[in-house]
């Protein structure tokens, strides 16, 4: 099977169930609690081998993606992670490997909730789309000038070129910021309090009107450059068109219709986090922070207050688990009617950019996810996304054959982006090798939780 990534055949190795792998957690991976936490300060390690407990369900044939996910974790020394994996719309695989806490050992459920990180952003996508089959919007529209409350901090000017910026080049990471440039707003949120002299950390919305002031990086629609900050500005836009706090609208007219309750906006620091949300484990020999939260005096490991998670609502804050993100995926597509979005959204979720961005290329950004057509565009391509914060790795894939998988970890390796690609290879490698289950559907079993704060 081609992974998500590649158009390679790929030729799996066999794969050994790896039921009684040890993980053994680094010392570097306990981190203390902030100042302010209601955490034990010193958070256990586990210094002899331990199995790793598995939980949930899978129907007959699929103990490939358990020996994937196992192998994984011990040679990324992963503490926890989750495994959803659909066939046609059908849950097969509802897992958790691992550990939730180290402190307590808990385990990983299959329902519990850690960050989405970027696999935030389709959740934004799809909110804008449905302000578009209302007719409240339209993709190509100027995109500031239906914010025009956001002006320039004083002193500032604003890049004459915002003016040119559409909905759909925020959309496709075309709109002209390049953090390879001029670096990522999104995580500098002290430094823009200050800039703009209000409250720290920095708002969502205040990051923006700083950002008025700032110059671009390029011409809108010369190229792509992956830009969190684009997707703040269509946070700020959901809002403003529907009327409603983001996370409200989201909720109703996106994760609500697909049946995906267990949703939520996350939050930075340990005792202010949902009590079914996993524990996150900086990587081995990672450095402390000052916290961006004035109040919290003492440094940080960074999934602990070195950034400002509730500002980062439209593009990487919320947490779900595995199975939801899944079902979402799955009424997204329609592989679980009814569908989320009409023909022609999905048609323009999965189009490729004006020229001249991804000319000639096998791959590209839509709205929110990766497209690769393999059968063609929209339902005919695979989708996916990752995504990365410290602490976090979120990967999920649509494949055009059938298959639909998501996989979370607590813990951000210092080679996560090797993670991620061995994790794409092999698993879509395991479930081209097995037999798809001809019946059976675990999504009752996990049903659909009531919204949950």
């Not at 958790?96 to 850690?114: E, H, I, K, S």
Request: some cysteine.
């Amino acid at each position: 099977m081609p992974s998500a990534r590649s158009t390679v055949s790929l030729h799996a190795a066999p794969f050994r169930l790896l039921l009684a792998l040890a993980l053994v957690a680094v010392s570097a991976h306990a981190q203390p609690a902030p100042s302010n936490s209601s955490a034990p300060a010193t958070p256990a390690t586990l210094t002899a081998p331990v199995a790793p407990p598995i939980t949930g369900a899978a129907l007959a044939g699929l103990t490939g993606a358990d020996a994937v996910m196992l192998g994984l974790m011990e040679k990324f020394a992963v503490p926890g992670a989750q495994l959803a994996v659909a066939r046609h719309g059908r849950l097969v695989l509802a897992r958790g490997y691992g550990f939730a806490d180290l402190d307590t050992r808990a385990p990983v459920t299959p329902t519990a909730r850690f960050r989405l990180a970027s696999l935030s952003k389709l959740l934004t996508a799809v909110a804008v789309l449905k302000l578009v089959e209302d007719g409240k919007l339209t993709l190509d529209a100027p995109a500031f000038a239906l914010l025009p409350e956001f002006a320039p901090p004083p002193g500032t000017t604003a890049d004459p070129r915002l003016a040119a910026i559409t909905v759909r080049q925020l959309l496709q990471h075309t709109a002209g910021w390049d953090r390879a440039a001029s670096g990522d707003p999104m995580f500098k949120p002290r430094d823009i309090a200050a800039a703009t002299q209000t409250p720290a950390p920095a708002s969502a919305a205040a990051i923006l009107r700083y950002m008025m002031g700032r110059p671009l990086d390029f011409d809108p629609g010369a190229k792509y450059a992956y830009s969190n900050f684009g997707y703040n500005v269509l946070g700020r836009l959901v809002e403003k068109i529907s009327g409603q706090p983001y996370a409200d609208f989201v909720q109703a007219r996106v994760l609500a219709p697909a049946g995906a309750g267990g949703f939520a906006l996350g939050r930075s620091l340990w005792p202010d986090r949902a009590a079914d949300e996993v524990r996150y484990y900086d990587e081995p020999g990672a450095r402390r922070f000052p916290a961006v939260f004035p109040g919290v005096r003492e440094p940080v490991a960074a999934p602990d207050g070195g950034f400002h998670l509730e500002a980062m609502d439209a593009h990487g804050a919320w947490i779900a688990n595995a199975i939801d993100y899944v079902r979402l995926v799955c009424a997204l597509d329609g592989s679980r009617p009814p569908a989320l979005l009409a023909a022609a959204s999905i048609a323009e979720l999965t189009a490729r950019p004006a020229p001249p961005v991804a000319v000639g290329a096998a791959a590209y950004y839509g709205f929110g996810i990766n497209i690769r057509p393999v059968r063609g565009a929209g339902l005919g391509a695979n989708w996916w996304h990752g995504g990365s914060l410290p602490g976090t790795i979120t990967y999920q894939v649509r494949l055009a054959n059938g298959w639909t998988w998501a996989a979370f970890f607590n813990t951000r390796p210092q080679e996560s982006n090797a993670l991620t690609g061995e994790l794409d290879r092999a698993m879509n490698a395991a479930l081209a090798a097995a037999t798809p289950p001809a019946e059976g559907d675990l999504f009752p079993r996990f049903a659909a939780s009531a919204v949950r704060q």
